[in-house]
């Protein structure tokens, strides 16, 4: 796997060799905000483990941007073994949005939007709900560019609290972060492989009966540190801790 800083940037499809056209939206922003001229490189992600090194050998900038690309490198980048899912509680404005952002760049693999009972944000069925899902899905895709990641993490549908309990009872295991526990994340064993479901409350907190629900489905609670992590920083920061303690990054 070719080690790269490239700028990397995002395509349905993924020739293995050969020439290609890059356009749309991502044509634009490589044409006028990176300003990316004939004879550079770029990654090309299909967002699902397959990556290409190009070099640029045609810019056209404006509305209808394209640039041609002949493509030097191709390879393909496996899941981790140990994959992690966030289930993050709906936030109020763009502490939702940052929550995506700052999980996506420290290497969540999927987002599940949940609907816990002290989210100020709702996420109605309908179109306000709509859009927020899509706000989100557009986070996860900038930021796993702006980290240039080989997947980006799905964000599934939201959840509410009998479906994540639901989604508890499928993985490897599931870590509720909560700040009244006693038992930290070092003191947890932690599997090798499989998916583990870390669980990030709201800031006014999980409810006792959310986490009776949880805890019975399987989940463990655990707390990371001493102190008190806003539901935007959670995790990320529980993310990093789990990289070093296992051999997700190796």
Same mark, same amino acid.
């Given at each position: 796997?070719?080690e790269?800083t490239?700028?990397v940037?995002?395509?349905a499809?993924?020739?293995?060799s050969g ?8 044509a634009r922003h490589?044409a ?9 490189r770029?990654?090309l992600?299909?967002?699902e483990?397959?990556m ?7 810019v056209q900038a404006?509305?209808d941007?394209a ?8 390879? &393909?980048?496996e #899941? *981790?073994?140990?994959r992690v899912?966030?289930a993050?509680?709906?936030?109020k =404005?763009?502490?939702g %949005?940052?929550?995506v952002e700052?999980?996506?760049e420290?290497?969540a693999?999927?987002i ?6 002290r ?5 109605e069925?309908?179109?306000r709900?709509?859009?927020a ?10 930021a ?12 599934a549908e939201?959840?509410?609290t009998?479906?994540l309990?639901e ?5 490897s295991r599931?870590?509720?972060?909560e700040?009244?526990?006693?038992t930290r994340l070092?003191? &947890?064993e932690? #599997? *090798?492989?499989?998916?583990i ?7 006014? =907190?999980?409810t006792? %009966?959310e986490l009776?629900?949880?805890?019975d489905?399987?989940?463990?609670a655990?707390r990371?540190?001493?102190?008190v ?5 959670a995790?990320a920061v529980?993310l990093?801790?789990?990289g ?6 190796k």
């Open positions: 796997m070719p790269t490239l700028p940037f995002l395509t499809a993924l020739p293995g020439r290609t056209t890059l356009d749309g939206e991502e490589a006028t905000v990176r300003r990316l001229r004939v004879g550079e770029l990654v992600s299909d967002g483990g397959g290409a090194r190009c070099v640029v050998e045609a404006g509305r941007a640039l041609t690309l002949a493509i030097e490198e191709h390879w &393909i980048e #899941p *981790p073994a140990l899912i966030v993050q509680a709906l936030a =404005g763009d502490r %949005e940052l929550a700052l999980a996506t420290a290497g693999d999927a599940v939007p949940w609907r816990a009972a989210s100020v944000a709702r996420w069925e309908g179109t709900g709509d859009k899902l899509t706000r989100w899905r557009a986070t996860a895709r900038a796993a560019k702006q980290a240039r990641r080989a997947h980006v993490p799905e964000v939201p959840a509410n009998r479906e309990a989604l508890v009872q499928t993985v599931a870590l509720v972060l700040s009244g526990i006693t070092t003191e &947890i932690l #599997p *090798p492989q499989g998916d479901l870390l669980i990030v409350g709201p800031e006014g =907190g999980i006792d %009966e009776t629900t949880l805890s489905a399987g989940a463990t655990i990371l540190g001493p102190t992590l806003r539901t935007s920083t995790a529980a990093g801790a789990l070093v303690l296992t051999d997700r990054w």
